[in-house]
């Protein structure tokens, strides 16, 4: 893959911890509660991911939407971080968001300096990533669809998805297992290059 093109984020580097010539950029991981953010940063993070789970109680019950996912017992109340190295040219920093409404207020803070997103989204459940793609939107950060395929989750065509979701043709939606690391780092190498297309788009337009 060529990454050369790319302009530096406004994301803080120690260039020393780098190779000669490589560049760190900083990727967000979002989406409704439950649909498998935390599990994406752990299957594909070179190190050992931070996660901030905590375990769900009975206190939540009411206040988070745990229809489809009765079984979580945990949940992110802050952020997931992880680093994968796509090559030697580019390193990715994640930052998984936290999917509940009571911790959105966070997101404004883990965007900032963002070059790009990756939106899971559960087939069954359409409806909790809308407030990711939306904000994604409003910030203006360039990102894709990753449909995290359930077991239980019945097959759509993509362009359903795409009408269901009232998003651009522009915007790329893949598929993945996000339990699975090879899955995981297509997505982002999905990601990277529709940040590159995109960019390359804006240069021509001038």
Same mark, same amino acid.
């Given at each position: 893959?060529?990454?050369?093109?790319? $302009?530096? /984020?406004?994301?803080?580097?120690?260039?020393?911890?780098?190779?000669?010539?490589?560049?760190?950029?900083?990727?967000?991981?979002?989406?409704?509660?439950?649909?498998?953010?935390?599990?994406?940063?752990?299957?594909?993070?070179?190190?050992?991911?931070?996660?901030?789970?905590?375990?769900?109680?009975?206190?939540?019950?009411?206040? $988070? $939407?745990?229809?489809?996912?009765?079984?979580?017992?945990?949940?992110?109340?802050? %952020?997931?971080?992880?680093?994968?190295?796509?090559?030697?040219?580019?390193?990715?920093? %994640?930052?998984?968001?936290?999917?509940?409404?009571?911790?959105?207020?966070?997101?404004?803070?883990?965007?900032?300096?963002?070059?790009?997103?990756?939106? %899971?989204?559960?087939?069954?459940?359409?409806?909790?990533?809308?407030? =990711?793609?939306?904000?994604?939107?409003?910030?203006?950060? /360039?990102?894709?669809? =990753?449909?995290?395929?359930?077991? $239980? =989750?019945?097959?759509? /065509?993509?362009?359903?998805?795409?009408? =269901?979701?009232?998003?651009?043709?522009?915007? /790329?939606?893949?598929?993945?297992?996000?339990?699975?690391?090879?899955?995981?780092?297509?997505?982002?190498?999905?990601?990277? +290059? +529709?940040?590159?297309?995109?960019?390359?788009?804006?240069?021509?337009?001038?």
């Amino acid at each position: 893959m060529d990454f050369n093109g790319f $302009d530096q /984020p406004a994301f803080p580097q120690r260039a020393e911890a780098l190779h000669a010539g490589s560049r760190s950029v900083k990727v967000m991981v979002a989406g409704g509660f439950g649909t498998g953010k935390t599990t994406m940063v752990g299957s594909v993070s070179e190190i050992v991911p931070l996660t901030t789970e905590e375990t769900l109680t009975q206190a939540t019950v009411g206040v $988070d $939407d745990l229809v489809g996912v009765a079984d979580k017992k945990s949940t992110t109340v802050s %952020l997931d971080f992880g680093r994968i190295s796509l090559n030697e040219q580019l390193v990715l920093y %994640l930052f998984g968001t936290p999917g509940q409404e009571r911790f959105w207020f966070l997101w404004n803070g883990l965007c900032k300096g963002a070059l790009g997103a990756v939106v %899971l989204v559960d087939t069954r459940r359409l409806r909790s990533s809308f407030r =990711a793609i939306e904000e994604m939107e409003r910030l203006d950060v /360039p990102f894709v669809i =990753a449909l995290n395929v359930f077991p $239980d =989750a019945r097959g759509h /065509p993509v362009e359903e998805v795409r009408e =269901a979701l009232a998003i651009s043709p522009r915007t /790329p939606i893949v598929t993945c297992d996000a339990r699975d690391r090879v899955s995981s780092r297509d997505v982002l190498i999905a990601l990277i +290059h +529709h940040i590159k297309e995109r960019s390359v788009a804006a240069l021509e337009s001038r």
